[in-house]
Antibody, heavy 119, light 112 residues
């Protein structure tokens, strides 16, 4: 069974940092790209970042470029999101998702971890 | 960026009746290899999103066959042949052809 478990969220002051993790199991982690998607309270879905299966190529939304860094450790089956210079508008539930463009066998979502940026 | 426009925003449907959601993209979603990366997600109240359809019309494992996707180019549709109570929630389209990936604004399906 495919499982994605996000952690690392919490309350942080504006300008602060957090590192999110997504521990996975049940599939060959080193194969597919992985993606972070966020959902602000009561809002829709926003793509944040994706990373290729080998970790070499990364993509970022303009809203987070230069502040967030996505990485993965294929030996630990874990995806990461380093979030720096956090702003109030980064407050959201952050989900990790298998895949990026949308292919067979992908599209699984974790339950998410809540990030709240507030003073 | 590719803008994904969904309609309607709200969709009240009688149980057992069909439902249809439209998704239009601001540019063609046909990738250079011929694939069209248009996905549909369902988000039930209080739950994480779940992918229903990938590459326009392919149902994910476990998705009931009352859900179907169709379309091409810039114009796509998600259809539910007979709405059931468990279908209540918000439906999102998402394009995976162009960076940045983009989602539609969502369509809220409710039972009339």
């Amino acid at each position: 069974e495919v499982q994605l478990l996000e952690s690392g969220g919490g309350l942080v002051q504006p300008g602060g940092s957090l590192r999110l993790s997504c521990a996975t199991s049940g599939f060959m982690f080193s194969g597919p790209a992985m993606t972070w998607v966020r959902q602000a309270p009561g809002k829709g879905l926003e793509w944040v970042s994706s990373i290729s299966g080998d970790g070499v190529t990364t993509y970022y939304a303009d809203s987070v470029k230069g502040r967030f860094t996505t990485s993965r450790d294929n030996s630990k089956n874990t995806l990461y999101l380093q979030m720096n210079s956090l702003r109030a508008e980064d407050t959201a539930l952050y989900h990790c998702v298998i895949g990026s463009s949308g292919a067979a066998g992908e599209g699984h979502w974790g339950q998410g971890t809540l990030v709240t940026v507030s003073s | 960026d590719v803008v994904m426009t969904q309609s309607p925003l709200s969709l009240p449907v009688t149980l057992g009746q069909p439902a249809s959601i439209s998704c239009r993209s601001s540019q063609s979603l046909v990738f250079s290899n011929g694939n069209t990366f248009l996905n549909w997600f369902q988000q039930r109240p209080g739950q994480s999103p779940r992918r229903l359809i990938y590459k326009v019309s392919n149902r994910d494992s476990g998705v009931p066959d009352r859900f179907s996707g169709s379309g091409s180019g810039t114009d796509f549709t998600l259809k539910i042949s007979r709405v059931e109570a468990e279908d209540v929630g918000v439906y999102y389209c998402m394009q995976g052809t162009h960076w940045p990936l983009t989602f539609g604004g969502g369509t809220k399906l409710e039972i009339k």
